[in-house]
């Protein structure tokens, strides 16, 4: 196509009967060859990864040609006799940004005149930030017939920049352009999922359709009571109950919010429900039945990866033959392994410490205080009156100090004397709800429970519950 010539302003669909048949079928031919050429074009601008909207763009390229073999058809039956076949019928396409495209771009690779472009970014401007559209965002245009000058009218395009609003750019009679803005009611829909953990809770829960933010959401609410590496069996299942905002015209409008999960481990031995819940003065976050929060003051464990090697108690010595309290947790772990402060706190102790080697203490609220021995390195920055976040890398796993192999020794005190960490896991060290705030917890616990018993059927996994 040639890009000469004045843009005509106007264009009028019309199925009024025209006296020149023989000038009608060279515009067919030539709408047919712009059809072709626009048709090669989409196969090009097709996207290589389908994104969620309601159109596939493989399918476009086969409709177009199926909307253009129409008319074709009708003219070249009817062209020897009737003087009047029907006009050619306005093509709906598609086509999605690439990585630097902008709206423009995608009009003139349609083959649409520069006065049209220039002038349908004019009027869109004041309605969509044009410049900030995403990379895949879907672009609807609509072109009328290519007229005398090889070039299709737009006739109208939409764009919808979110779910919720809708912009669409439509061609009056005077070929001037306006554009109308559509905002969609939107409404919370509840989903649930269950179904038995195979492979891994990732896997099983994704695909029983659970929404991956919502997904990392939950395992990061279990993962203060669940190892995900050790305490999953086969047996084992998961139910969740999401809150997720929908358009008017179903599309998703956020990632969707859990607001109930449950999951059983050591092959259906043990159960952990977590509900969302906001208190008064608090961060929305997730509480077991009974309104103690899932976060912990301290880490469950101050390692990701490892085993318990020994555990706190009486021990035997084999060689000396007494016996002496163990004080601590030994996690057996690579050299240089990194070790977490189990808590946020103030650093009390860093440095060698006889036979506990490199040591760090870290002092707590609440008068706990938590010690990790026979460390290779300690952390640049952690010293003596430090502030540590919880979970922050405060030093790696060694065997200095009287140590047989590399491992972290691992102390819980309160009140100045060791505790078994592993026993304290569970309760002790969880913020309760109390007054208004567990009145108000109770009442929304009642509300999910008669939600999620209600949207038992409506499961997508389908799958009964056990
Ligand atoms: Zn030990």
Known sequence: MLDEGPAPKRFVISSSPRPDNKLNTIRTIAVLLGGLALAAMLVWLAPRDPLPPTTSAETEPAEIMASQEAPAEA????APTEPEPPAPSPIETS??????????????????????????????????????????????????????DGKPPLMA?????????????????????????????????????????????????????????????????????????????????????IEQDWTSDGWPVDAGRVLWAELTTGGGEQSFSIYRFKPRDGEEFFYNGEGESVVKALLRTPLNMSRISSRFGLRHHPVLRFTRLHAGVDFAAPPGTPILAAGAGRVVEAGPNGGYGRWIKI????????????????????????????????????????????????????????VDPLSLARTAMRSRLSGEDLTRFKARVAE?????????????????LP
């Open 75 to 78: 003219s070249s039956a009817a």
């Open 95 to 148: 086509a999605r940004l690439k990585k630097g495209g902008t709206v423009a771009g995608v009009l003139h690779e349609l083959g649409v005149a520069a006065d049209d472009v220039s002038n349908a970014i004019a009027a869109l401007k004041a309605h969509v930030r044009l410049n900030r559209l995403p990379v895949g965002q879907e672009i609807t245009v609509t072109l009328g017939p290519t007229e005398d």
């Open 157 to 241: 395009l939409s764009i919808r920049p979110e779910p919720r609003r809708e912009i669409t750019l439509e061609r009056d009679e005077d070929g001037d352009f306006s554009v109308e803005e559509e905002v969609f009611d939107t409404v919370a829909k509840l989903q649930r999922a269950s179904g038995a953990v195979e492979g891994s809770v990732i896997v099983s829960a994704e695909a029983a359709g659970v929404p991956r933010p919502a997904l990392v959401e939950m395992l990061r609410a279990f993962s203060w009571d669940v190892n995900f590496q050790h305490d999953i069996k086969v047996g084992d299942r998961f139910d969740v109950l």
């Open 363 to 418: 002092s707590h609220s609440d008068g706990l205080a938590t010690g990790y021995a026979h460390l290779s390195r300690i952390a640049p920055g952690v010293r003596r009156s430090a502030r540590v976040k919880q979970g922050q890398v405060i030093g790696y796993v060694g065997t200095s100090g009287l140590s047989t192999g590399p491992h972290l020794h691992f102390e819980v005190h309160r009140a100045g004397r060791p």
């Open 448 to 464: 999910i429970d008669r939600a999620r018993e209600s949207t038992k059927n409506g499961s997508p996994s389908g799958e009964p």
